[in-house]
């Protein structure tokens, strides 16, 4: 009777120790980031990563440059052609292999949080249009120098099991560079760019304005978030506008790209019909 007791108690501790993995897992994980982990292994969703799944990153400011202290308010997304949902764990670290965490991640993302100095998912994201995106804030140390922004994203099936159906990968890791800003370039009158897209949201055209400066061979590209290039058009005259049909491009968030040389200004296009 005492042996039987024993093993049906140990039973139960099992039950509710996978119990509580499961759930640990479907609402985030962290310290995923390293190329020597991700999400695979132990029963763990796929063994290995694959390209099928892509995890890109975005800036608002079309910049992964800021200043001591200063704020970037970045997108992770996640991007599957017919899988259901998506999971995240990214964080910035000091090279792309340490687990030294740098700055602070911060989000108002309702479908994320912030665990052990990472960003993860409470619960898979439903895709839409074959992706899902998590947007969040790093605020930069106040030490100069080029720190690590690190994902991996899971794209699931959402039959409720971390099977092999469930495909993940990692993404490039991006360089975020914190310097100071120079006042003595800031007032030599430097030539920057400039971009504008109005209307915004639009439905069917938008004018896209431009100065170049003394910048030369630029080019105006509308792009889509993961980067698939939709319209392109070169651009001769060093300021103007150009009148662009959308009629081709379905409703969703798109970047419009300034291209001159190694710099390039960006701007959000919203189409909404």
Request: overall charge negative.
């Given at each position: 009777m005492l042996v039987r007791r024993i093993f049906i108690a140990l039973t139960l501790s099992l039950c509710f120790v996978t119990s509580g993995v499961a759930l640990a897992e479907s609402s985030g994980q962290t310290g995923r980031t390293a190329p020597s982990f991700g999400c695979g292994g132990n029963g763990c969703h796929a063994n290995s990563s694959s390209t099928a799944t892509s995890v890109t990153f975005t800036s608002a400011s079309g910049s992964f440059t800021v200043a001591p202290g200063g704020k970037l308010e970045i997108t992770v997304i996640v991007a599957h052609p017919s899988l259901a949902a998506a999971g995240i764990d990214v964080g910035v670290k000091t090279t792309k292999t340490s687990s030294t965490t740098v700055g602070v991640l911060s989000t108002s993302d309702n479908g994320a949080r912030i665990a052990n100095s990472e960003l993860?998912?409470?619960?898979?994201?439903?895709?839409?249009?074959?992706?899902?995106?998590?947007?969040?804030?790093?605020?930069?140390?106040?030490?100069?120098?080029?720190?690590?922004l690190r994902a991996v994203g899971n794209a699931v099936n959402r039959n409720g099991n971390a099977d092999g159906s469930d495909v993940w990968n990692f993404a490039t890791p991006v360089e975020l560079v914190?310097?100071?800003?120079?006042?003595?370039?800031?007032?030599?009158?430097?030539?920057?760019?400039?971009?504008?897209?109005?209307?915004?949201?639009?439905?069917?055209?938008?004018?896209?304005?431009?100065?170049?400066?003394?910048?030369?061979?630029?080019?105006i590209e509308i792009t889509d978030l993961m980067g698939r290039s939709f319209i392109k058009q070169s651009v001769d005259n060093s300021s103007g506008k150009v009148d662009v049909s959308l009629l081709a491009l379905p409703v969703g968030i798109y970047q419009v790209v300034l291209h001159s040389g190694d710099v390039q200004k960006v701007e959000r296009l919203v189409i909404a019909r």
């Open positions: 993860t998912h409470n619960s898979p994201k439903t895709m839409t249009g074959g992706k899902a995106e998590f947007t969040f804030t790093w605020t930069a140390p106040a030490t100069e120098g080029t720190y690590f914190v310097k100071k800003t120079n006042a003595v370039d800031e007032n030599t009158n430097e030539p920057t760019l400039s971009l504008g897209v109005f209307p915004n949201p639009s439905a069917d055209h938008a004018t896209i304005t431009y100065d170049i400066a003394s910048f030369s061979n630029a080019m």
